[in-house]
């Protein structure tokens, strides 16, 4: 395997690994939760998943030709009016997060070097991948530290729970 479809493989599985936390956090989540903000100031999940959702339409749409800033795309759109529903939330989430499967699945060795273009910036396919991931991983958290505020003490830990790490790494190193 050459760097360029290691570099890919690596991409989907963090990318996968952050889909999965938040996928995680919707099943711990109801319909009212999803709209749930600690103010008017801040976004609900609802928000950030409709965020995340366009900015994913935008940015892996075409990515291999066009900028990941479409003329189509309104932003400040994206934070206001929310899913009304869970379903359809999960709908622009899935939606989102296949566009980008899709896309990454169409870089190789041959359009490796495609110069992309982010609001009119260059970037090589490493950066846009690391930016969009940092972006991702981000707004991920925050819908993961919602669901927590959320549900309080009937919170599911997504990874290994306070108090755990020693038996964690005990049976990790035992394989």
Known sequence: MNYPEKFIESALFEFNRYKTMGDRTFEQLSEEDIHWKLNENNNSVALIVKHMSGNMLSRWTNFLTEDGEKPWRNREDEFENPSTTKTEMLAAWESGW???????????TENFDTVIKIRNENHSIVQA?????AHYS??????????????????????IPKGHSDQYNKNMFEK
């Open 138 to 159: 981000g707004h991920v958290g925050q819908i993961v530290l919602l669901g927590k505020m959320i549900k309080g003490t009937a919170w599911v830990s997504l990874s």
């Open 98 to 108: 296949q566009c980008l499967f899709n896309a990454l699945k169409s870089v190789s």
């Open 129 to 133: 991948v690391h930016r969009q991931l």
